[in-house]
């Protein structure tokens, strides 16, 4: 017998070209109404792979994240920082409501590094979600990842993800948008006239044809600041990690 369009579209997984998902992974509002209404599901997606893309830094491509990261760390779950560019400014983290105390930042030797503390972050089950970054990196890479290597690494993360009930969030440069990717969403930032300015070339649904203007002078709305008010990353640990990667806080 013959299933028709309305019952496949009941199978996870499978949405119409021209409609959004009914998100089978959890998500985690943003706090920013406008996006929230383009994704699938009304929020950021957490147990899958997602993508940040864009130029500078310093722009908000973390930042407009902040309620979404908050709602992920409310419980007793570490937050992950892979190769950041810069090391996250505590005062911030903490207005923002993320646990100063659960937040792990790991500084890779190379680039192979950086995606197996990704992976093991993500797969592990003890991290809410991971940030992970490669552009910086990093003075010991032997070569870059051709298409075929990166693609493969990237589908691990992703199943790392779904594994360990994870946001993975990827950090990278706009120029990747050519580049496919085994990621679930991915939103490509820009800066204009004090507003960030975010486009969807990937969901799941029909790409997102104009830009959101997210207004990032005000603060999403997030948990509340964890007791104790802003205090330095210093003292932070993590376990699991090659023994010629450095991992601080």
């Known amino acids: 017998m013959k299933a028709s369009v309305a019952e496949l579209t009941r199978i996870p997984g499978v949405w119409r070209g021209g409609e959004l998902e009914q998100a089978i992974h959890a998500v985690l509002p943003t706090g920013h109404a406008a996006l929230d209404r383009e994704l699938p ?12 893309l864009h130029d500078g830094e310093g722009i908000g491509e973390v930042g407009f994240l ?30 923002a409501g993320l646990p100063l105390e659960r937040c792990l930042v790991v500084r890779p030797a190379n680039r192979e590094d950086a995606l197996w503390s990704a992976e093991q972050a993500l797969r592990s ?52 948008e050519r ?22 070339p990937k969901r799941r649904g029909p790409p997102l044809a104009s830009a959101v203007a997210i207004d990032i002078g005000l603060q999403p709305r ?21 023994s010629h990667s450095h991992i601080a806080a």
């Not at 599901?41 to 940040?52: A, F």
């Not at 991971?130 to 993360?157: I, S």
């Not at 679930?184 to 006239?193: D, I, N, Q, Y």
């Open 179 to 200: 580049i496919s990717t085994p990621a679930h969403l991915r939103v490509v930032l820009s800066r204009e006239a004090g507003a960030l300015r975010l486009r969807i």
């Open 66 to 95: 902040a309620g979404a990261l908050a709602q992920a760390a409310s419980g007793e779950r570490r937050l992950a920082w892979v190769n950041p560019p810069h090391l996250p400014y505590a005062p911030a983290l903490a207005q």
């Open 222 to 242: 997030a948990a509340p600041v964890h007791a104790g008010g802003p205090r330095s990353l210093a003292g932070v640990s993590a376990a699991a990690a090659p």
């Open 41 to 52: 599901g009304g929020g950021w997606p957490s147990g899958t792979l997602s993508e940040v």
């Open 125 to 176: 089950g003890a991290c809410c979600a991971v940030l992970f970054w490669l552009g910086a990196v990093l003075p010991g890479m032997r070569k870059q990842l051709n298409g075929g290597e990166e693609y493969a690494w990237l589908r691990r993360l992703q199943m790392a993800a779904e594994s360990g009930r994870a946001m993975a969030v990827f950090f990278r440069s706009s120029a990747a």
